[in-house]
């Protein structure tokens, strides 16, 4: 048997663990050291032996799958907010989808409505453009910003509502004893 048909897998998550100096990780989306694997052979789909760092613990033969670690979720890349003199907003994200939905990966999306019910009933959403390299994603982003502005929306910034103030008071004497 070839060394690249037998690997060595996570017991707890079934992906095959990945190598750090002397460390074994396994790339489960919590991250953890391995102190004992079981060794699969591939081909047969079987699982040979547990080990751990003294050696073989248990011989198995056992018919056992190896699983793949899970595909990133989308990520946005660039994102604008715009509102209208209704109270309306307009967001328009630029996103990179995982290969598995198919089509372009690259996509801008837009979503609009009612400032306090985002995401609620009433709320219009979809994509406006999907590209295949980032780069031109990137200019197909910027000139849906500039169509969004040509149409009266007024940009505003995205965060977390302005600067916050906090009101410092000062601590109160201890109540003195009833007697």
């Known amino acids: 048997m070839s060394e690249s048909a037998a690997v060595r897998v996570c017991p ?5 663990l990945e190598e750090r100096g002397e460390l074994l990780i396994c790339p489960a989306p919590r991250r953890h ?4 694997w079981t060794v699969v052979d591939r081909r047969k789909g079987r699982a040979l032996y547990e080990a751990d760092k003294e050696g073989t613990r248990k011989v198995m033969n056992e018919k056992t799958a190896v699983g793949e670690p899970a595909q990133p979720k989308s990520q946005t890349l660039e994102r604008a ?3 209208d003199g209704t109270r309306l ?9 995982p290969k598995r939905w198919g089509g372009d990966p690259f996509r801008i999306r837009w979503m609009q409505g009612q400032s306090q019910g985002l995401g609620k009933k009433g709320t219009l959403a979809g ?13 197909a982003f910027k000139a849906a910003v500039r169509s969004a502005i040509g149409q ?3 940009p505003i910034p995205i965060g977390m509502g302005g600067p916050r103030t906090l009101a410092l008071k000062p601590i109160p004497a201890p109540r003195k004893r009833a007697a």
């Not at 707890?12 to 095959?16: G, I, K, P, T, W």
């Not at 907003?89 to 989808?97: A, G, N, S």
Request: glycine share 2%; hydrophobic share 45%; charged share 35%.
């Open 81 to 83: 907010k715009f509102e």
């Open 12 to 16: 707890q998550h079934n992906l095959v």
């Open 33 to 36: 050291r391995a102190i004992r």
């Open 89 to 97: 907003v307009l967001f328009i994200r630029l996103t990179k989808e």
């Open 127 to 139: 994509v406006a453009k999907t590209c295949a390299d980032e780069a031109s994603a990137r200019d």
């Open 152 to 154: 009266g929306w007024k």
